[in-house]
């Protein structure tokens, strides 16, 4: 298929992780988010790293160019979060956003979660697209939990069953 290879996250990733997050936010999309408005970024391993969370990268010749997380948030609930592929690798040819969810979805299930949630922006459409073609449910805010962690950008929202 191709050279990429979806691994933990691990110390050292870091900027490799930064480096496809934010000109994703801010250069496709007009998100206007620096890094230190991301505070998880930070401290990675802290704030996914631990409980049921995880997070992952796609890693081609390298180079990151992939990233998803999961934080527990209690009750066998967690929220997908930064799920970001680069322009250079996405679409069916890698396969890299099917890779992460599947190597998350696995995590997810071998760690007895029930609930997969998360937030978007109305923006992503192709993501709303990604998320709905892989189980994701559209719901309404008001159906979130209140340990959901709620970005103040998310519109959207969605829910799978593990």
Known sequence: MSD???RA?????????????????REEFGVAITAADQPDLAAIADFYQTAKSG????EKDGKIVGTISLKDIGNDEAALRKMFVAAEVRGKEFGVAARLLDALMAHAAAVGLKTILLGTTDKFLAAHRFYEK???SEIVADELPASFPRMAVDTKFYRRTV
């Open 9 to 25: 996250f691990r110390a050292g990733d870091e900027q490799g992780v930064i480096g496809v997050i934010l000109p994703i936010q």
């Open 4 to 6: 990429i290879v979806i």
């Open 134 to 136: 892989n189980g994701f």
């Open 55 to 58: 997070f992952w990268v796609a």
